[in-house]
T-cell receptor, first 113, second 113 residues
Framework: DTAVSQTPKYLVTQMGNDKSIKCEQNLGHDTMYWYKQDSKKFLKIMFSYNNKELIINETVPNRFSPKSPDKAHLNLHINSLELGDSAVYFC????????????FGNGTRLTVT | TQLLEQSPQFLSIQEGENLTVYCNSSSVFSSLQWYRQEPGEGPVLLVTVVTGGEVKKLKRLTFQFGDARKDSSLHITAAQPGDTGLYLC?????????????FGRGTQLTVWP
């Protein structure tokens, strides 16, 4: 009965490859997010979707493409992976697009070699 | 842009000690959230403070929102090893309807038995 689940937990890949991370929430929330946490634990928002519509798109390379097939799912596809993409990526959801608390998944640790 | 400064960055104490963690900004926030993150997991919401001067208690944890809504503090009484974790504050942009939260870099707390 995990609220926000993302897969895989770990992802190790080589530079130049393309990879995807999947996220699902069963909380019935309207809004989903992707956050990136760097090696110094800084959490920065990447994207936010509300009812499948993109509402926040921070300054993220266009190699990163989110997709929301329905409001319970938000996937992240990354093309041409670079060393600097190594980080922990967190999916999160909130009840609405206001200031509702975030419910985070357990993260995907991406290591690009 | 780093809007929220947390201090100290690291804190290592013995069980039973008291501690205070600070979250400061030059910006006014409509609300502020505190999260705790444990290794290998996503951040988990502890509390949301909304009103300037508000004080909220969660067992041994006391949260305070500054009168001007620019800063907050977390005080832990008689810390226990189970309190170990990364404490993150996150401010909601005043007037924002986009769910944009700005996270501080966190305080890594270690409580030794």
């Amino acid at each position: 009965d995990t609220a926000v689940s993302q897969t895989p937990k770990y992802l190790v890949t080589q530079m130049g490859n393309d990879k995807s991370i999947k996220c699902e929430q069963n909380l019935g929330h309207d809004t989903m997010y992707w956050y990136k946490q760097d090696s110094k634990k800084f959490l920065k928002i990447m994207f936010s979707y509300n009812n499948k519509e993109l509402i926040i798109n921070e300054t993220v390379p266009n190699r990163f493409s989110p997709k929301s097939p329905d409001k319970a799912h938000l996937n992240l596809h990354i093309n041409s992976l670079e060393l600097g993409d190594s980080a922990v990526y967190f999916c999160a959801s909130s009840q609405d697009q206001g200031i509702s608390p975030l419910h985070f998944g357990n993260g995907t640790r991406l290591t690009v070699t | 842009t780093q809007l929220l400064e947390q201090s100290p960055q690291f804190l290592s104490i013995q069980e039973g000690e008291n501690l205070t963690v600070y979250c400061n900004s030059s910006s006014v926030f409509s609300s502020l959230q505190w999260y705790r993150q444990e290794p290998g997991e996503g951040p988990v919401l502890l509390v949301t403070v909304v009103t300037g001067g508000e004080v909220k208690k969660l067992k041994r944890l006391t949260f305070q929102f500054g009168d001007a809504r620019k800063d907050s503090s977390l005080h832990i009484t008689a810390a226990q090893p189970g309190d170990t974790g990364l404490y993150l504050c996150a401010g909601a942009d005043r007037g924002s309807t986009l769910g944009r939260l700005y996270f501080g870099r966190g305080t890594q707390l270690t409580v030794w038995p």
